[in-house]
């Protein structure tokens, strides 16, 4: 089972950026699914954007598709969510998220919570108008 441990959070403008990452704490980070979650206050955790385990497919929610792009270097067992033209409304904490699939291709991504086993600790973004 790895860790996971997410940074990159912070405080920033309406229209702004940024670059959230994700560390694993194994080296085979490369059989896990890694997906972004959020969650705002008194709502519920809600999919941000996956990736399969080589990095060949990716997948996104439609509030956040044209403005956030995930990544992943698995040489150094890292998965990053770019942030761009934030909104508002993209306030919250963002988790990281895996589950290891060892036996599905490079073509498999998950956007629910329950497909995930493993989770980061959350790094806070605020976005201000």
């Known amino acids: 089972q790895v860790q996971l441990v997410e940074s990159g959070g912070g405080l920033v403008q309406a229209g702004g950026s940024l670059r959230l990452s994700c560390e694993a704490s194994?080296?085979?980070?490369?059989?896990?699914?890694v997906g972004w979650f959020r969650q705002a206050p008194g709502k519920k955790r809600e999919f941000v954007a996956a990736?399969?385990?080589?990095?060949?497919?990716?997948s996104y929610a439609d509030s956040v598709k044209g403005r956030f792009t995930i990544s992943r270097d698995n040489a150094k067992n890292t998965v990053s969510l770019q942030m761009n033209s934030l909104k508002t409304e993209d306030t919250g904490v963002y988790y990281c998220?895996?589950?290891?699939?060892?036996?599905?291709?490079?073509?498999?991504?998950?956007?629910?919570?329950?497909?995930?086993?493993?989770w980061g600790q959350g790094t806070q973004v605020t976005v201000s108008s």
């Open positions: 990736i399969s385990k080589m990095g060949g497919t990716s």
């Open positions: 194994r080296d085979i980070f490369s059989t896990y699914v």
């Open positions: 998220a895996a589950k290891r699939r060892i036996f599905l291709g490079d073509t498999y991504t998950a956007a629910e919570v329950n497909d995930y086993d493993t």
